[in-house]
């Protein structure tokens, strides 16, 4: 179950974060803006945000494996229209439709973590399902942007549609719902938004906690070619391995919690650890001398492994508490979140660092992981 749910999660990463690695092409061939060629990019992000909590209710309504096969098979289907289709509009339409089907994945991959493992297990179980996302976008990394260079636009998106169909087949001959509560009980079953606002502040840490995690994504490469003189290339390993270590990062703080039997005390010492890194990535990168360049080197893969971690737990604190018929729209409004503070932390940041520079931006990052720490619910929690 978990290496099935792990890989449909993947699928989906692929699918909505792999068409950013197109841009250059679209940009370069298509006579496109770097704007117009970053709204192809986009699409399939913008048709996920837009269904995550509609498959949340699915997902409550008529289970994981419903959701997963009727997900991925729109996310094959719109695949082959964009990989059939020469239109750019035609294309971004069929990425968009895909993003909205892929999200199905999101809460349903999710809860068969939760509903198959139990809690002294469940938060290293969680964070290994949540490398799914690096190992989704490391896979589009490695293969698309090399196929539409050399072949075309098209046999990149072959790349998705061939994982998708592949995470279908899993899914299809090896996923089975968890146990849950008779559907009978669903009526009964409370609103948990109402009872208090412990999932609201989970919400609310993990949108605080995505603007260091976007920040470093967004630009730690940027700064070490701009303003390090680094090569692309060598610039791109390095970023790559802190994507590995983040990746670690996630199991680790997963493992942690079972250890420890909590997820919200591990999130708010991931939350002081993030703004502490932040700081000192920002005092260091504003800093010169080839030994203060080092550090702030160093500085940004700690930052990068740490501003991950809580992505799992928080993930896990949600479907516990919502519970078996509510976990699902739960789940989605959890993403949802932080889905919309990812798209805004590039715009944002990426003026701050234009008037005030790179170490303004990663200290002012800082702010928001001390913020996040004062808001995790760690009294309102639940004994495991």
Known sequence: MLAVSTAAQASSATMVHGPAFLIPVLHD?????????????????????????????????????????????????AGTVAVL??????????LFVAGAF???????SGRIVVGWFPPERRGLAMGI????????????????????????????LVVPL???????????????DPPRPPAAERAGAPNPYRADRYLARIH?????????????????????????????????????????????????????SDLVGSRTRPTQWIAWAAAGTMLALGIAASGSGSWVVGIAVILLAVASTITVADNGLAYAAVAERAGAFWSGRALGIQNTGQYLVASAVPPVAGIVITVWGYGAAFGAAAVFGLVAAAVVPVAQERPL
């Open 204 to 256: 609310g840490t993990s949108m605080l906690l995505v603007v260091p995690q976007f920040v470093v994504w967004t630009f730690g490469l940027t700064w070490l070619v701009d303003e390090l003189g680094w090569a692309a290339g060598f610039a791109g390993i390095v970023v790559a391995g802190t994507q590995l270590l983040g990746a670690f990062g996630r199991i680790g703080a997963g493992h942690l």
């Open 29 to 77: 061939r298509g006579a496109m803006s770097l704007g117009e060629a970053g709204l192809v990019a986009a699409a399939p992000m913008a048709g996920l945000m837009c269904t995550l909590v509609l498959w949340g209710l699915v997902v409550d309504r008529r289970g994981e494996r419903f959701a997963l096969l009727t997900g991925i098979s729109g996310v094959v289907a």
């Open 102 to 108: 892929s999200s199905a994945t999101n809460a349903a």
């Open 129 to 156: 399902r949540q490398c799914a996302q690096p190992l989704g976008v490391g896979l589009g990394a490695l293969t698309m942007a090399v196929l539409a260079e050399h072949v075309s636009i098209s046999a990149a």
């Open 85 to 94: 289709v020469d239109g750019t509009t035609q294309i971004a339409a069929a």
């Open 162 to 176: 061939a994982v998708a169909a592949i995470a279908l087949v899993l899914v299809t001959l090896l996923v089975i």
